[in-house]
């Protein structure tokens, strides 16, 4: 009764609880982990292959970031983002995102900028490849990197921690309908604005960037307001 593809994760009990979390919350942004769901840390601990100390902890680590809530006796339940929820995160990445990208566009050199190309062009392979969990990996680390060059650690954590409340839980149907791929490929469009020194271009490109990303949460109808108005008749 797995719910998880096996991973094979080996290292120290530190380093394993790391791992594991990290595992869980690239299965909850793709939806291998479905909200509203309760999971066992025995259960999860039998897909990886381990034992279920290290999975208990680190199910404990995301209980600590809002993305699952103990539930006595029986494990822990995966939160719900509601699209209230999901407006105010976007709005909140948009506020900090956007101008950082025109600040980064300004002061960073060519060769830190032609650094991410290789994780951009790693979001169109994984996208096209229809490689979910790699395709959220190099995203995230695009992002986040692209953020570090304007030196304020503060910025990409504050911003890690709204990517993480904000998972997509509707991947694997965007990426059935083929709508993941023209998202994978603004990263790119991006990269280029920021080497051509448009910092105004990068700063638009961004925007739409993060308004085609919440559309598209808005269109995989996994939020539980889009499943209540499917039900009803509608819903992304």
Same mark, same amino acid.
């Given at each position: 009764?797995?719910?998880?593809?096996? &991973?094979?994760?080996?290292a120290?009990?530190? &380093?394993l609880?790391?791992?594991?979390?990290?595992? #869980?919350?690239?299965? #909850?942004?793709? =939806?291998? *982990? $479905?909200? =509203?769901?309760?999971?066992?840390?025995?259960v999860l601990?039998e897909?990886?292959?381990?034992?279920?100390?290290?999975?208990?902890?680190?199910?404990?680590?995301l209980?600590?970031?809002?993305?699952v809530?103990?539930?006595r006796?029986?494990?822990?339940?995966?939160?719900?983002?509601?699209?209230r929820?999901?407006?105010?995160?976007?709005?909140?990445?948009? *506020?900090?995102?956007?101008?950082? +990208?025109?600040q +980064?566009?300004?002061?960073?050199t060519?060769?830190?900028?032609?650094?991410? $190309?290789?994780?951009?062009?790693?979001? +169109?392979r994984?996208a096209r490849?229809?490689?979910?969990?790699?395709?959220?990996?190099?995203?995230?680390?695009?992002?986040?990197?692209? #953020?570090a060059?304007s030196?304020?650690?503060? *910025?990409?954590?504050? +911003?890690?921690?709204?990517?993480?409340?904000?998972?997509?839980?509707?991947?694997?149907a965007?990426?059935? $309908?083929g709508?993941?791929?023209?998202?994978?490929?603004?990263? *790119?469009?991006?990269?280029?604005?920021?080497l051509?020194?448009?910092a105004?271009?990068?700063?638009?490109?961004m925007?739409?960037? #993060?308004?085609?990303?919440?559309?598209l949460?808005?269109?995989?109808?996994?939020?539980?307001?889009?499943?209540? $108005?499917r039900?009803?008749?509608?819903? =992304?």
């Amino acid at each position: 009764m797995g719910h998880l593809p096996h &991973r094979d994760l080996n290292a120290s009990r530190e &380093r394993l609880r790391d791992q594991v979390a990290h595992a #869980l919350r690239a299965a #909850l942004i793709s =939806g291998e *982990l $479905r909200p =509203g769901q309760v999971y066992s840390a025995p259960v999860l601990a039998e897909d990886f292959g381990i034992s279920a100390t290290p999975v208990r902890e680190a199910m404990l680590d995301l209980a600590r970031e809002g993305l699952v809530e103990p539930v006595r006796n029986k494990g822990f339940r995966v939160t719900e983002v509601n699209e209230r929820d999901l407006d105010q995160y976007t709005e909140i990445r948009a *506020l900090i995102e956007i101008p950082t +990208v025109g600040q +980064v566009t300004r002061t960073a050199t060519r060769e830190e900028l032609e650094a991410l $190309r290789p994780t951009a062009e790693e979001i +169109v392979r994984a996208a096209r490849d229809h490689d979910l969990i790699g395709y959220l990996e190099a995203d995230r680390q695009f992002h986040l990197s692209l #953020l570090a060059l304007s030196g304020n650690e503060r *910025l990409v954590e504050t +911003v890690g921690d709204l990517r993480k409340r904000s998972r997509l839980y509707g991947l694997t149907a965007l990426d059935e $309908r083929g709508e993941l791929l023209p998202s994978a490929e603004e990263h *790119l469009e991006l990269l280029d604005l920021m080497l051509a020194g448009d910092a105004k271009g990068a700063e638009k490109c961004m925007a739409r960037h #993060l308004s085609h990303v919440r559309s598209l949460w808005a269109r995989s109808g996994s939020s539980p307001s889009a499943k209540g $108005r499917r039900s009803a008749g509608a819903a =992304g």
